[in-house]
């Protein structure tokens, strides 16, 4: 009878021990694979810190993001169901190198990694509205779970963020242009639309961005109205996939972008922390509603890149080149805030990588910031468009101060004898400098001694000059220094 028993109770060791080893990952090599099935605002939250926030704690990682700009849940199950290769594939190693795939299908990227964490998100103007998740969520989930390779794979709702109050977004008006009522609208939706599948985490970046929002910093946590700053912005929901992956607190972290200061960075892990905790309401920083993060007057010099740069030291990135981009509370070159704004009102036509790589001026500008630029053509149509002048505003000057304004342009290997761009800087009075971009590494354009008008705004014209021989009319921008004048 015992030995009955002991052999009934082998078998049932055995029985569960192969169980255990069935229901293991088959080959886990200890990396944690994140792969967003996503558009921009994935991109803005796990593209840039994530992977250095996860290596500063030892923890290694592989990240992917499934990109198309503006790409809903709807668009991403057409393209599942149909198999479209229609993804820039956005990958980051082990080691943190990135890369992109053009022409990738969701089924392909899938098949690509054992992926540990796979997350959806709908297109920012649906975050709010329940029907759309509704409508597609359940099917997208359920191709997803067909085509994953690993079987203990979690799921991800990534709860996105309200734009910023002054956005000008069209999808704005599904909120009645009221960012409480956006963020009231995302975080019922998303705790609500998890349940539609077998939704494992919710990441609350839109949390954490609010939090951020009640701190000193305020609503500047964007960089257009609704893609995130650069810095900041970023760094906020990098933190907030860090903690809801890995489960181990941000705050303490040691990693921070070299454009934030410490005291941004500790706003931004206490955001991030206080969400995770309580993912679905805001939590008020009182303890960072004032001190070191203030915005000043401007008495050291502001650099501008617009072009393709990022986080170069001492400059500020400036993030596009259509109407209502901007930077608000621009940083001097000690990464200091100011009260000064930049914003375009009229577009350029978009961005040029073709600027001199090596250059001798004043602006003392590092090879990532000569070499592209902001461009548009004012005498023939070029990529559908014919842009005549481009159009940029200063704001929040001291309108008892002057301005010294210097500008830089330049297009390599030109054709043509003459791009002779035209900045007229127009406050409350006009004046205009001159320069010729063609194969320019020398030479910038400044404007001396100008006042603001009485709201404390300077509007920048640039266009082509009347020597301009260039068929295009093309006239360019690649940086911009901003001082007092002595």
């Known amino acids: 009878m015992n030995f009955k028993l002991c052999i009934i109770f082998l078998s049932f060791l055995t029985l569960s021990s192969f169980t255990s080893k069935a229901e293991a990952p088959a080959d886990d090599d200890g990396v944690i694979k994140i792969l967003a099935i996503g558009n921009s605002f994935s991109e803005d939250a796990i ?9 500063a704690e030892g923890i290694p990682v592989i990240i992917g993001n499934l990109y198309i700009g503006g790409a809903s849940l709807s668009l991403h199950l057409q393209n599942a169901v149909s198999n479209k290769a229609v993804y820039a594939y956005r990958k980051i190693d082990q080691a943190g190198t990135k890369t992109s795939t053009p022409n990738t299908a969701l089924a392909a990227a899938l098949a690509d990694e054992d992926w540990d964490y796979i997350s959806f998100q709908q297109a920012s103007s649906f975050s709010g509205q329940y029907d759309t998740y509704e409508a597609s969520l359940p099917s997208l989930f359920n191709y997803v779970k067909e085509h994953v390779t690993n079987p203990h794979v979690k799921y991800i709702l990534h709860q996105t963020w309200a734009y910023a109050q002054h956005s000008t977004h069209k999808g704005f008006a599904n909120y009645n242009r009221d960012q409480a009522e956006m963020y009231s609208a995302i975080v019922k939706t998303a705790a609500k639309a998890k349940d539609l599948a077998a939704i494992d985490l919710v990441v609350p970046s839109g949390t954490a961005v609010q939090n951020g929002r009640t701190s000193s910093i305020g609503d500047n946590f964007c960089r257009d109205g609704y893609h995130l700053d650069l810095n900041i912005g970023r760094y906020t929901a990098a933190c907030t996939w860090f903690e ?17 200061s410490a005291y941004e960075a500790e706003i931004a892990q206490h955001a991030a922390h206080s969400a995770v905790m309580k993912p679905y309401e805001i939590t008020e920083m009182t303890a960072y509603k004032s001190g070191s993060y ?6 050291e010099p502001i650099f501008i890149n617009f072009g393709w740069a990022s986080g170069v030291k001492g400059w500020n990135d400036f993030p596009g080149w259509n109407a209502n981009t901007s930077i608000t509370n621009l940083k001097d070159k000690n990464g200091n805030h100011t009260s000064a704004s930049i914003s ?16 001798s001026t004043a602006l ?5 910031v000569s070499s592209s630029a902001l461009f548009g053509n004012s005498k023939a149509v070029y990529a559908d468009m014919l842009i005549e002048k481009s159009t940029l505003k200063l704001s929040g000057l001291d309108k008892k101060r002057k301005y010294s304004l210097c500008f830089f342009g330049s297009r390599t290997g030109s054709d043509s004898s003459s791009i002779e761009t035209k900045y007229t800087a127009k406050g409350k009075k006009e004046a205009v400098s001159i320069l010729n971009a063609a194969n320019n590494t020398s030479v910038t354009a400044c404007i001396n001694a100008i006042k603001p008008n009485k709201k404390g705004e300077i509007t920048i014209t640039v266009t082509a000059g009347e020597n301009n021989n260039n068929p295009n009319g093309f006239y360019y921008l690649n940086a911009m ?3 007092l004048s002595k």
């Open 364 to 368: 003392n500008m590092p090879q990532s």
């Open 344 to 359: 375009i009102t009229e577009r350029f036509n978009r961005q040029s990588v073709n600027g001199e790589k090596v250059s």
């Open 47 to 55: 593209e840039s810190y994530l992977h250095p926030l996860a290596q």
């Open 294 to 299: 203030t915005f000043g007057p401007l008495t």
């Open 481 to 483: 220094q901003i001082r």
């Open 244 to 260: 809801s992956i890995f489960g181990k607190s941000v705050i303490g972290n040691r990693y921070k972008p070299d454009q934030l």
